[in-house]
């Protein structure tokens, strides 16, 4: 069964600070996997959308990486401001047109003054 | 700026009314999706279409039903609407390689 496994579950960080979020996934065949930014109350945004043959892609202060071989990703946040905080959602897509993606459960961020 | 909208944003109403949440599309996509979220929760897909007139159901049992007799319009309805429905409803289009687009989501109270 294709999932999508998120870590930590939440976080708190202070203003200015870094944090890396990680993401986990038995997808297959692998297609692309998005990093998605949801505040509260709101739909989720995209921040970025990885290919197999993409490693890093950086969108301002959000860097995410991809090991395809391995299975995972990571969302790099730098001096971390009180806007960031909301839930990140990785979210991954097999090949195939009739595929559904694949969500997982968030890591909700708190960064605090 | 996505082009896809859900209306209403708020909603409350009373137990056995029926409903209808509408989400738009004006991106030409061929695949949209209605999760259900409830609060700090994950979202839970409740159903998807591929197309017009194509429906189906997703990984989450839901009473509500769907239909896409348009492109660009996929509606949802609830014929009785109960508390246990109160939840957020999030809609969402993708095109074919394309990343999922939101919707802003519609806030369910049922009371």
Redesign the interface.
């Known amino acids: 069964k294709n999932q999508v496994e998120q870590s930590p579950q939440s976080l708190i960080i202070l203003e200015g600070k870094n944090c890396t979020l990680q993401c986990n996934y038995t997808v297959s065949p692998f297609?692309?996997l998005?990093w998605?930014k949801q505040d509260t109350?709101?739909?989720?945004?995209?921040l970025t959308?990885m290919t197999f043959s993409e490693n890093t892609k950086s969108n301002g202060r959000y860097t995410a990486t991809l090991d395809a071989d391995t299975k995972q990703s990571s969302l790099h946040i730098t001096a971390s401001q009180l806007s960031d905080s909301a839930s990140y959602?990785c979210?991954v897509s097999a090949v195939g047109?009739?595929y559904?993606?694949t969500?997982?459960?968030?890591t909700?961020l708190i960064v605090h003054p | 700026e996505a082009d896809i909208y859900q209306t209403p944003r708020y909603l409350v109403i009373g137990t056995g009314k029926k409903i209808t949440l509408e989400c738009s599309q004006t991106m030409g996509h061929d695949k949209m999706y209605w999760y259900q979220q409830d609060p700090g929760m994950e979202l839970h897909l409740i159903h998807y279409s591929y197309g017009v007139n194509s429906t189906e159901k997703g990984d989450l049992s839901s009473e509500s039903t769907v239909s896409r007799i348009r492109t660009e319009h996929f509606p949802l309805t609830l014929e009785s609407a109960r508390p246990s429905h109160t939840s957020q409803y999030l809609c969402a289009s993708s095109g074919v390689l394309t990343e999922a687009f939101f919707g802003q989501g519609t806030r369910l109270t049922v009371v």
């Open positions: 297609s692309n998005r998605y109350g709101r739909g989720p945004v995209s959308i959602i979210v047109g009739s559904i993606p969500f997982g459960r968030g909700s």
